[in-house]
């Protein structure tokens, strides 16, 4: 087989001998990617084929116990909790990702230069996207708890009132979102960083001698070269964030109240503790057809900024 | 005064990124009693009960071997069939733009949050009694791995220069030879990056395995860890101790592949 | 609205005939009603043995599973152990927080999973386990009923119930025993003697006292389970009860957001600035806390806090200084009933074994011993008056006076439902009234409306199982 001369039906490799029937180079690609294929069907598909037919099931007490027709998408197109916990999903990704392009890009233009420690400096920001969204979750409880955290003496040694994070509905939410703050701002910084690298300094140093100040050249220059790479972290972040549950698992569970339940989690809860499967999926689907949506943007960005850092 | 404030921010933000680390350390290694009394920068009186009751009490061995098990082999299983096709998603022009719909599909599992697909599992699971099996959690996360290995593997073979393989070809290789001969072991550090990404992801999961299993016998580290945060009684000591548990490892490897963060988390989309 | 279908053994053939791979699963197949076929009558106390069970003793490993509770302990430590010596098998005792247990085993159940053979449960899970065919029939399993179990802990474990309000769907369907009571779990009012020269009889009682004696944050007049869900619901209903109201009336619609309900929670709410600003966020744990370090005045708790921390130095700054009532009344007595109770899973892998273990554990000699060592909630009548025990343990027979007066929750496989939602407003109502320092009035109103509707939406949903 090792020795038979090489023809493939990609165009631009030249040099392919008469085809053969049954060549094996030739069906090569197709057995190279099938196993691949399989494999992600079995976790696309098919468990969307399972979501679409349970979403039209109804279910009593677990048990499928017959069609459901649309009733389950009606039920919770017209259930107010599943639009509350919509409207905080919007707010909570809205606030953390616009905060973390911000902070991001900040970081990045402070390390954007070598310095001595920049590499410890580049390290310590990175780590926190690093550990599990669990682990996260349970540092900062251990921050924001009344009993154990120091959250709450520091306030009090500032002459402030102690804030009680997870005790109340604003504060809840606030904590939440910084905590997203924390952990996913490394992202866009390292998004950032890449693309402040990857763009030419001559037409910057150009400006400079023109007498063109940083700021100016910060937004004239920089930012504009900037934005396409920006954008993939931001729509990255976004779509990541919509998913947010394991930090509020621990947090949280969506309290005090629903200050904290995002759709995720209310999803997960009609599902799971419920184990209303029907409502739940139908949940999920809508939610999974907006998403796909923000992923076609994502591609589409992503395809232009591979083609820029390349 | 600018170098000054430049200095001063950096320390602000080093100690924001890591004093949540600190805390969870000194928590983990302080007594039940101490850890109500109040605030600690140091542990003062450092004990490791809590390890030890993490260890005995609270089956943590056991949610690392079932990490290690379910981690390890998906990722591999990934490897080897993601790797291929990556290949030749990078090499040929399959008929018909099957190749960009493949990596469409690819680039949609990965992308796609977990939430949305966590139920379907469950359901699929359930029909083929895998749920609270590693079995179970090893076919869904090889699957979900190996969007991500075809992604990152098509981004990494696609940056060594067809050249070289085209030399093989004329000096008589097969396609297939070519590919084990000269191509792998240039993609080698690619490789390497791309399964370290994988294990960070695999071993850093929660919700998947949160819902496929139910006893230490199959649940990993991050579910363990959850269980220590009963609504009664929050074990904070070795809570604490399990974080750290769960953090260390990941923190190496995450050091280690540094140079590739962002690749690893745009898909390949930003280098 | 969809119906469940007029024939319910149609339900469970459809189930078999998809075939959906729960091959296996007949005996399960029947979710909502598997008692509705059951040709055996409810039996009130115990039924035969079947003759195939006695043949060989049963032997191997059970695995338990439970959520974590301070009242367990002895269970965990003592009886587990002791049941393997004198029996042989194996015990793999599981335990988990309250939420992720309620899931756990409902999954591991509703998918034939087999991962458990017991499930301890709150006894508020036995209507949805029951009628979801997650846990399977003591009658039919043959189970030995001890006669002397408390009527009122037994008759959490029916399903339907034998008294009270029934579900349209399932009132023709006779009762059957699903889980056994193992420990007969209600509030009590837990005081401080320091505080209290004789127990406060009413609400208004406890009210007046903290008025006059409560110096927060040093010492609160009361504390109290604030978080969502379970824990706040476990804090209202006994207000609910003793004011008049109910957590669903007998027609199933809620009983609560009336004046008696409102008054209750107005009650509740008056009482916060008399208490710790973290409410919200504190569970068992945090608020039996403040009690043992003499920072709380009162409470009302299960018993699981008197049997493993209130007399034990280590944990306890007050030891000797707790005592134990039934929880206040105020038009009436009321303590919220919430006994742990034992199902045999739907997928059991030793079903002999796991029968044993109940019908040992539940025994008139294990339930004394239970009572004796540590002033456990025995579910025994004799155990709970045995004289050794009582005198060693204080709260007994404040707790045998509770299961008597005990109110229990609706009974409906919705019920966890119910009491997330009314959970989630009684949280909501404590966070606001805490915030704005007054209005209880309004907020109370307010927030029980909201989940009066939630509530009520979600019969609407079910018009057909509820109404018929």
Known sequence: MTTELASTPAPDMSASPPRRPWDFDRLLPYLLVIPAALALALVSIYPIYEAIKASFTKYLYGRPVGSAGFSNYIDVAHDPVFWQSMGTTVEFV????????????????????????????????????????????????????????????????????????????????????????WEWTPLLFLIALAGLQSIPQEPLEAAAVDGAGPVRIFFQHTLPLLIPILAVGVILRLIDAIGTFDQIYVLTRGGPGTATQLISIYAYNTAFNFTDYGHGTAMLIALLVFVSLLILVAVALMRRAAARTS | MGRFLKGLALVVIVICCLLPFWWLFVVSLRHRVDIFAGPAAWPTNPTTENYQALFGQYHMGSFLINSLVVVSVSVIISLLIGTPAAYALARFDLPGRLGSVGLMSALFVRMVPAILLVVPFYIALGRFGLLNNRLGLIIIYTGINTSFVIWMMQSFLAEIPKEIEEAALVDGDS??????????????????????????????????????????????????????????????????????????PIIIFATIVQRHFVRGMTMGAVK | MNEIPEDPKTVSRRNVLRGVGYGAAFAATAPILAACSSGTSGGTTSTSPSPGDTANSPSGKITIGSFQDPAMKPFREV????????????????????????????????????????????????????????????????????????????????????????????????????????????NMLYY????????????????????????????????????????????????????????????????????????????????????????????????????????????????????????????????????????????????????????????????????????????????TDFARNGGSAAVTSTALSDSEAVSKYRWLPAIAESVNNAVPKPRTPDEPKFEDILGTQINLAVVEALAQGGNYTQIATAHLKTAAEQMQAMLDQNKSVYFG
């Open chain 3, 79 to 186: 009886y587990v152990k002791k049941f393997t010596e004198q029996t042989g098998i194996q015990v793999d005792y599981q335990e988990t927080a309250y939420d992720t247990w309620y899931q756990n085993s409902k999954s591991d159940g509703l998918q034939k999973t087999g991962a458990y053979d017991i499930y301890v449960m709150d006894d508020n899970w036995v209507p949805e386990y029951a009628a979801g065919g997650i846990i399977q029939s003591l009658d039919k399993l043959g189970l030995k009923v001890n006669p002397n179990i408390l009527p009122k802990g037994l008759d959490q474990g029916y399903w339907p119930p034998r008294s009270g309000p029934k579900l349209a769907a399932f009132k023709d369907t006779p009762p059957e025993l699903f889980a056994l009571v193992i420990i007969d779990d209600v």
């Open chain 3, 192 to 367: 401080n003697k320091n505080h209290f020269s004789t127990p406060p009889k009413t609400w208004d009682d406890i009210y007046t006292a903290m008025k006059s004696k409560a110096t927060p944050p040093n010492l609160y007049g009361w504390a109290a389970r604030g978080v969502k869900g379970n824990p706040s619901v476990m804090t209202y209903l006994p207000l609910l009860n003793s004011y008049g109201g109910n957590f669903a009336n007998d027609d199933w619609t809620p009983g609560f957001a009336g004046p008696e309900g409102v008054g209750a929670l107005e009650r509740l709410l008056s009482f916060l600035p008399y208490m710790s600003p973290s409410t919200p966020e504190m569970d068992t744990d945090q608020e039996t806390g403040l009690l043992l370090q003499g920072k709380a005045m009162a409470l009302t708790e299960y018993t699981g806090t008197a049997v493993s921390a209130v007399d034990n130095p280590d944990s306890s700054k007050v030891v000797g200084m707790i005592d134990f009532a039934t929880t206040p009344s105020q038009v009436k007595a009321g303590p919220a009933i919430g006994t742990f109770i034992c199902g045999i899973a739907s997928a059991a892998p030793n079903v002999p074994a796991a029968k044993a273990f109940l019908e040992w554990f539940t025994s008139d000699e294990i339930q």
């Open chain 2, 175 to 248: 396609r297939w030879s070519a590919m084990w001969r000269i191509i792998l072991p240039l993609a080698g550090p690619g490789l390497a990056a791309t399964a370290i990404f994988a294990v960070i992801a695999t071993y850093n999961d929660f919700l998947i395995a949160l819902t496929m299993t139910s006893t230490p016998k199959s649940q990993t580290v991050p579910v363990g860890i959850s269980t220590l945060i009963g609504k009664i009684q929050v074990e904070w000591g070795p809570m604490a101790a399990a974080g750290v548990i769960g953090a260390v």
């Open chain 1, 94 to 181: 809205l606030l953390a990702v616009t905060a973390e392009t911000v902070l991001g890009l900040a970081l990045a233009l402070l390390v954007i230069n070598e310095f001595k420690g920049v590499k410890f400096v580049r390290l310590s920001i990175l780590l926190p996207m690093t550990i599990a969204p669990v682990v996260v979750g349970v540092i900062w409880r251990l921050i924001y708890s009344s009993e154990t955290g120091f959250v709450d003496p520091l306030f009090v040694a500032l002459g402030l009132g102690a804030p009680r994070v997870l005790s109340h509905e604003t504060s809840a939410f606030v904590g939440l979102v910084v905590v997203d703050i």
